[in-house]
């Protein structure tokens, strides 16, 4: 389904909702704002809700979020911001080479499209949001980052 960069905060919460004990939500792209505001639906209301506030939620559930900027970005001050806060709530985060990539990848369900994780991505910009069922999360993420960088910070080899 085709959607647009002001839908991705109603989104990203449904696909850790998807997910199970166990599961890893992998946050991909070149600027990641931890401190964006999404929109949850649950229990009976609607919410607003930080996406690193949504992080520590999930994990209390044993669902792991994993975060990859582009290498060369951390000292961008967006995500140096996001990088601290990161390190401080103890989540893992790491740097690919050359990502361009925009996805947030589930077990099950994932978006990938044109829209940055932060305020402008989603919604200041006209954004392409695509989101889509996951068969197989490790081949998604290889396509994404690269082998290279899928074995180097996903599999720690």
Known sequence: MIFKGPDLKWIIPHIY???????????ISP???VHVELVTTWPDNEKCILLIDLAKHFRESKI?????FSK????????S?????????N???????????KAVVGKRLMYMGSANI????????EEAV????????EVVLKQLIGGDSYWRILRGK
Do not use: C, P
């Open 130 to 137: 695509n989101i889509s069922y996951v068969n197989n999360q």
């Open 72 to 79: 060369g970005q951390e000292y961008n001050e967006l995500n």
């Open 81 to 89: 911001r996001s990088i601290k806060t990161l390190s401080k709530e």
């Open 64 to 68: 792991d979020s994993v975060f990859l």
């Open 31 to 33: 600027w990641i704002d």
């Open 91 to 101: 989540f893992k985060y790491d740097f690919v080479d050359n990502l361009h990539a």
């Open 118 to 125: 932060t305020y402008s991505g989603m919604n200041r910009n």
């Open 17 to 27: 909702l998807v997910s199970s004990e166990e599961d890893t939500v992998y946050f």
